[in-house]
């Protein structure tokens, strides 16, 4: 073989010979780990006709631990395609048999084979036909150990969207163990749908390995902990399968089956039966707690909407991106699982699941108001003559007084979380209302005046950074990064306006803002709060706000006009509403505090003894941060067509502390070498 050693080949084909002879020796882990780390793109080619076939002669007899025996495996196969790899495996009942056994390492060989096929439609049809593989694979995912069923739901997810009858010549992004891979599916023929779907004995494993109401299938005996396990994983798999192709899941396909496991009439199908007769929610609160997780990603599994340009006096009608949300709401799920968190008084509400399960409601409130703010803006409380908005920025205020109460609580994240993700306009829809109406309001009524900014917590000025921000998604990723891929659905330019009058309403109230966030943006010992006060003039320097309308014929119904702003704006203020983020920076009260922090040399603390380490990597962190701040104000400064004596002031100063660089011309790269320990 070329650039191997030799004898180190020799080596291991004379080890594998001596473990066929007698099974008692024990095998080599240092000779074939030494061995799998010498196999590279170059030289694995020349060895796979001749030796990989021996290797699988070995591990079908071995009687001890064969993990490094399937790691040089599973590096020959690597290089393979679908058809490939299985001309050496041979048998559909060899991958059933890896399957079935006990060992991890071995599943995930199997499954690795399996989900070379997601690369074309004709062999993810191949496997289709292989039904005795098929039923394994299914109960090796609800059954098995976490590392092979998480393999096993990529390689389920990736042979299903492959072979979807839209599948046919799109891109496919299919995510393999966490690295993105891109196929060119040829046309999907539905085989993989019909074997899960319309197998009758594969598509009964749903129901009988989850159902807690059945305790064996054939010799298999089953636990209520392995159950519960296996229900957990079913609710895994459903909102990606639902994001292909939601109908499946909700159609009957042999009412025989579904009957006997609960569903019947018009809720038969197998997302039926998991969300209302599967999971024990009353008796099981760790299981409810999971249940609301995947009625959260259930939500995400829909495309995503136009955007929200007119108000909606009702509720949006049924579209098929919206199939997840109508379903919850049909069954009502959406409802009891809103409560938690809406009204968790209710007598229809466990005071003990209540404080469990609030911060989960409140994470699936989260992703209902990104992903649904037309619905969210006409929906009504059940029980009640609010509107869904008014409860939750009622709750909302609630808990930011609770919190401000209790420091030693730190901050509700949950809270803080649902807060950034309520569409910006929903946030001031108390200033849209009748002259009785708006009489009674002030800004104090409204949750984000409750939020500290003299804090250490970072979660609170982060949230102000994603509220303040404007229209930009990117700017709620970054302030609660999460693995959906949704993004705020609402207009641009109407969140936009709402931004900067809710920017303009806080900063009025709160003259010494500035005051603080640089006060926190300096105390490098507290590194997060630093970064996120910079986090936080980072959003405002790159805020693209826009105007309210002038008056109410402009409105929309959407925001306030300019006059009720006013009307919120403290009488002795003398503040000035800027247009933009740039501009927010070069009025008072940031002008005189913001700016010269910006274009000060950064802290370093290389005078201090024992100073490098944790503290000079926190300097570190933290003027890469204040510079990347300081080149936005230095870019937003080049679209600034103001050209006052105090506008090129500023720029004259931006201009030197940018060629300045992090860390300005003291001291030189040595006198900062302690800085670079990250």
């Not at 900063?507 to 603080?516: C, G, M, V």
């Not at 706000?545 to 300019?562: F, I, K």
């Amino acid at each position: 073989m070329a650039d191997q050693p030799p004898s180190l080949l020799a080596d291991v084909k004379e080890h594998l010979q001596n473990l066929n002879n007698d099974s008692t020796i024990p095998l080599d882990d240092r000779l074939l780990e030494k061995f799998q780390t010498q196999l590279t793109g170059e030289n694995v080619g020349h060895l796979i006709p001749g030796f990989l076939p021996s290797l699988l002669d070995t591990l079908s007899t071995l009687k001890q631990n064969p993990d490094p025996l399937v790691a040089v495996i599973q590096r020959l196969f690597e290089p393979l395609s679908f058809i490939d790899a299985f001309n050496y495996v041979k048998e559909p009942a060899t991958l059933a048999e890896a399957l079935r056994s006990p060992v991890s390492s071995v599943n995930v060989l199997a499954v690795t084979i399996l989900h070379k096929a997601s690369g074309s439609g004709s062999d993810a049809a191949i496997v289709a036909g292989m039904k005795e593989v098929m039923r394994e694979l299914v109960t090796a995912y609800l059954l098995h150990e976490t590392e092979a069923s998480v393999q096993i739901a990529s390689t389920l997810e990736a042979l299903l969207k492959t072979d979807h009858k839209r599948s046919v010549s799109e891109g496919l992004d299919v995510d393999i163990g966490g690295v993105s891979e891109s196929y060119q599916s040829s046309p999907g023929q539905g085989l993989m749908w019909r074997r899960l779907f319309g197998d009758k004995d594969i598509y009964r494993l749903f129901y009988a390995l989850t159902s807690l109401n059945t305790k064996e299938l054939g010799d298999l005996e089953m636990s209520k902990k392995q159950k519960t396990v296996a229900q957990s994983r079913l609710l895994a798999m459903i909102p990606p399968i639902a994001k292909i192709d939601i109908a499946p899941l909700l159609s009957s396909h042999f009412p025989d089956v579904e009957n006997s496991y609960g569903a019947a009439g018009g809720q038969s199908g197998l997302l039926d039966y998991a969300t209302l007769h599967m999971v024990d929610t009353k008796d099981d609160v760790l299981m409810h707690m999971t249940f609301i997780d995947f009625l959260t990603e259930l939500l995400k599994a829909t495309p995503a909407q136009p955007p929200l340009s007119s108000p909606l006096p009702t509720l949006p009608k049924s579209t098929p991106e919206s199939a997840p949300l109508d379903f919850v709401i049909s069954r009502g799920i959406h409802a009891r699982t809103s409560n938690f968190y809406l009204n968790p008084d209710s007598p229809s509400v466990d005071p003990l699941d209540a404080s469990f399960l609030s911060s989960r409601s409140a994470h699936y409130l989260a992703t209902y108001a990104s992903l649904y703010p037309h619905h969210l803006l006409a929906a009504r409380v059940p029980d009640g003559e609010e509107t869904v908005v008014q409860r939750l920025l009622k709750r909302l205020r609630q808990a930011m007084e609770k919190s401000t109460h209790s420091h030693a609580q730190g901050p509700p994240a949950h809270d803080l979380h649902l807060l950034a993700s309520i569409p910006r306009s929903a946030l001031l829809s108390s200033l849209i209302a009748s002259p009785e109406q708006n009489a009674r309001f002030t800004w104090q009524d409204n949750p984000i005046s409750r939020i500290p900014y003299r804090v250490t917590h970072e979660d609170y000025l982060k949230t102000l950074g994603a509220i303040f921000h404007g229209s930009d998604s990117v700017a709620r990723e970054i302030m609660f990064p999460s693995s959906s891929n949704s993004a705020d659905q609402a207009d641009p330019d109407v969140e936009s306006a709402a931004a900067r009058a809710i920017y303009i309403l806080y900063i009025d109230h709160n003259p010494d803002f500035f005051w603080a966030l640089v006060r926190s943006a300096e105390t490098i010992a507290l590194k997060e709060t630093a970064l996120a006060a910079l986090a936080l003039l980072t959003a405002i320097i790159t805020a693209k706000w826009a105007p309210l309308p002038s008056s109410s014929h402009d409105s929309d119904g959407l925001l306030p006009t300019n006059e009720q702003l006013m009307s919120q704006i403290l009488p002795a203020a003398r503040f000035s509403m800027p247009s933009t983020g740039v501009e927010a920076l070069l009025l008072p009260p940031a002008l005189d505090t913001v700016i010269p922090y910006l274009c000060s040399p950064p802290q370093t603390f290389t005078n201090l003894v024992g100073g490098r380490g944790d503290v000079e990597s926190a300097a570190y962190k933290v003027a890469i941060a204040k510079y990347d701040a300081l080149k936005r104000l230095h870019e937003g400064l080049k679209e600034h067509g103001e050209s006052s004596s105090v506008v090129q002031a500023v720029k004259r100063n931006v201009n030197l502390a940018v060629g300045r660089g992090p860390w300005g011309n003291e001291g030189g790269i040595g006198g900062h070498i302690g800085t670079l320990e990250l």
